[in-house]
């Protein structure tokens, strides 16, 4: 039996776990789950089953769920994450937490000797680094939730680490993956929101219509398996039934396969080696798909990929700029205050302009973070003007 703690329940991938743990009653149990602002979400679960300890964000919301649900201890804000993750209970931590503010979390957890799922993209993004580091010193499992990174996970099994000469991540190629770069000027949100292969979070569906939702997969999947970058290919491949591949020293190619169902690759993360059954989950019945695409993605049209590369091989602090100004730059587009482009000629002024640290501490690489927030939100605050600006 597997002791759950998890972050981010109320997400795309936080309701599909509560659903594997459900289905699953003999394998997991919740101990501990946060949820932002959806506080509906955790009466939800709450009226499910006992669970001891929560966490939301806002310390009004916690006094009013502890009136409600006596028996559990409510925990809020960024410290009440840490305190989650610190618990003596619990021996998975499933982060499935939306931008940096999961790196901290991960980071405690690890040092309280816990194993991670994660599914958090940031946390290997802005951190890798030093969770690495920390998964080292502490001696604990991290395995990953994230669809092309469990499908390279899963071809790896059996696999001698010296025998891989290359990693290819497959991409859907997002909502805009046929348009020109006229066109996504004038793209709306709307139109961004519709991922044509799968349900995810608005914002992570937006970074797959950029593309830096696989450029992040880049840097994460260089962490994970600890491969250079040169050997990390991206393939466009329309149909997202391959949801990556290996490649072996014999130009062997295996590829994982199967539906776009999320649940696998988080059921799998908790129960590797072992499988068990995807509840009420569609076989995928190659006969009927009947052909699959690959193609060489377009790095002209969607250059925040080839930034990935170039901010993944820079290290220090790089990855942390091109986070935060994304993580901005995206609810801006969100809330209609800017256009689709203004995204990455947002995170390249931010590039330009924030301190590049090679040899960045923990401590830097999060001022980094809060330092370009800031910074690209006063420049936000100056209306459309900035887009005069000489570096465009
Ligand atoms: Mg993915």
Redesign the pocket.
């Given at each position: 039996m597997k002791k759950l703690i998890l972050l981010g329940a109320s997400g795309s991938i936080g309701t599909q776990t509560l659903d594997v743990v459900a289905s699953h009653p003999d394998e997991y149990e919740l101990v501990a789950f946060s949820v932002g602002k959806r506080i509906e979400e955790a009466r939800k679960i709450l009226n499910q089953w006992r669970i001891p300890h929560v966490c939301v964000s806002r310390k009004e919301d916690m006094e009013q769920l502890a009136l409600e649900y006596p028996d559990t201890v409510f925990h809020f804000g960024d410290e009440g994450l840490l305190e989650l993750v610190s618990l003596k209970d619990g021996d998975w931590v499933v982060n499935a937490l939306v931008g940096s503010v999961g790196l901290k979390p991960t980071l405690c957890a690890i040092s309280h000797h816990k194993n991670i799922a994660l599914a958090n993209k940031e946390t290997l993004v802005v951190g890798g680094k030093f969770v690495l580091e920390a998964l080292k010193k502490y001696q604990v499992e991290l395995t990953p939730i994230?669809?092309?990174h469990s499908a390279i996970y899963q071809c790896l099994q059996g696999v001698r680490r010296e025998d891989v000469k290359k990693l290819i991540i497959t991409a859907s190629g997002g909502s805009f993956r046929d348009k020109t770069r006229d066109e996504l000027e004038n793209v709306t949100v709307q139109q961004a929101l519709s991922h044509p292969n799968w349900n995810m979070g608005a914002k992570i569906t937006i970074d797959s219509a950029t593309l830096m939702?696989k450029g992040f997969?880049v840097i994460e999947a260089h962490y994970l398996f600890d491969m250079e970058y040169e050997n990390i290919d991206v393939l466009v491949h329309r149909e997202s039934i391959v949801h990556s591949m290996i490649q072996t020293v014999d130009n062997a190619i295996l590829a994982q396969m199967g539906t776009a169902d999320m649940r696998l690759p988080i059921q799998y993360a908790l129960s590797v080696p072992k499988r068990y059954e995807v509840k009420n989950s569609d076989e995928c019945d190659l006969s009927i798909i009947g052909t699959l695409h690959f193609e060489k993605p377009d790095f002209d049209r969607f250059p925040l990929l080839k930034t990935a590369y170039e901010c993944g091989k820079k290290e220090g602090n790089a990855c942390a700029i091109l986070n935060a100004a994304k993580e901005v730059a995206v609810s801006a587009f969100l809330n209609e205050k800017i256009n689709f482009l203004d995204i990455e000629r947002i995170i390249a002024l931010a590039l330009e302009k924030i301190e590049y640290i090679e040899d960045a501490t923990l401590e830097q690489v999060l001022e980094t973070d809060q330092k370009t927030r800031e910074f690209v939100r006063e420049y936000l605050k100056g209306g459309m003007e900035w887009k005069q600006s000489s570096i465009f």
């Open positions: 994230d669809s092309e939702n997969e």
